[in-house]
């Protein structure tokens, strides 16, 4: 028995809940995934995972075996890339998953200074608004934007979005300028709702003035699950938006929207970079994770308010 081998199998099958999945992510059959887990549970004598035609369940066993091979499979990890990162650059796979304005107005601009530091890693990138399954779909990292609610993963807070409201000017030539942030709660109003994802309905938002703070939430007639459809319905006249500056700005400069309220401020939005607990940072994930941190940190930093 390759005792490594058996070790891999048994905490991804932990990690995935499911011979068939860890089989993929491992690239090999299923059946040898099974037989590794049966040759380390026979050499231990101890029962890891109880087995059912629906799913796979930890034993009290096995998560203390798993506990303690995830850390001796990082170390080994660890060891393996100290000896080799000075003299070799990283490579490989990474698949991440970013919302989709971060992408197209952040991410894959920049994307050439990356790749002139590190040619040889190749990014899958999963552009969407919607919550990933890191483990079960084999997926990295992921940068989301908005308090995380997943605690089982390790997130980095690596950016603040400001935000803003904004209109078309022909939404306002059709219903007026709103005075006050409480009239897109009545019409003629509206507000452009933006589904999240965790909780599937558009969420309100915090405002604050020298002398007042209310919770905006807004009448929608269209509300969207996606950043780059969301703007796009603003654009269109459908209603009011809250953006993040970054996405506001071309489309300010050009007359395409008109900033509101200005003497108002909202709570800024965290972005967040997570990646799960027991998967070992690779030299490739590492280094993806550090450029990310650093990007942010000069686009959008913690800490930093409008005009600071």
């Not at 028995?1 to 905490?11: G, Y």
């Not at 000017?169 to 019409?187: K, N, S, T």
């Not at 309220?261 to 994770?289: C, G, T």
Request: net charge neutral; hydrophobic share 45%.
């Amino acid at each position: 028995m390759d005792r490594f081998a058996a070790m891999q199998a048994f905490a991804r099958v932990v990690e995935t809940g499911s011979f068939t999945k860890a089989a993929d992510t491992l690239q090999i059959s299923k059946t040898s995934v099974s037989q590794l887990v049966q040759q380390l549970e026979a050499r231990l004598r101890v029962k890891l995972l109880n087995r059912t035609t629906r799913k796979v369940k930890v034993t009290p066993e096995g998560t203390l075996y798993y506990q303690r091979v995830v850390r001796l499979l990082a170390d080994l990890d660890e060891t393996e890339s100290s000896l080799s990162s000075a003299s070799t650059l990283p490579s490989g796979r990474l698949r991440v998953d970013v919302p989709s304005p971060l992408a197209s107005q952040i991410l894959i601009p920049a994307l050439p200074g990356f790749y002139a530091r590190y040619p040889d890693i190749q990014i899958d990138m999963g552009v969407s608004d919607r919550i990933v399954d890191i483990l079960d779909e084999n997926v990295d990292c992921v940068l989301r934007g908005g308090e995380l609610r997943e605690q089982s993963l390790i997130a980095r807070r690596v950016g603040e979005l400001q935000l803003g409201l904004f209109a078309a000017p022909d939404y306002l030539a059709r219903v007026g300028m709103p005075e006050h942030p409480r009239a897109l709660e009545a019409a003629p109003h509206h507000v452009v709702g933006f589904l999240w994802a965790r909780s599937g309905k558009p969420l309100p938002y915090a405002l604050h003035s020298h002398s007042e703070t209310l919770q905006l939430k807004g009448r929608y007639a269209l509300a969207v699950d996606d950043g780059n459809a969301y703007l796009a319905a603003g654009l269109a006249g459908l209603g009011v938006l809250c953006l993040p500056r970054y996405m506001a700005a071309t489309h300010q400069a050009r007359g395409a929207l008109v900033p509101l309220f200005e003497h108002w401020q909202l709570d800024p939005m965290p972005v967040y970079l997570a990646y799960p607990p027991n998967r070992h940072l690779s030299l490739k994930l590492r280094v993806f994770i550090d450029w990310v941190s650093e990007l942010m940190a000069q686009l959008a930093p913690v800490g930093e308010r409008p005009g600071g």
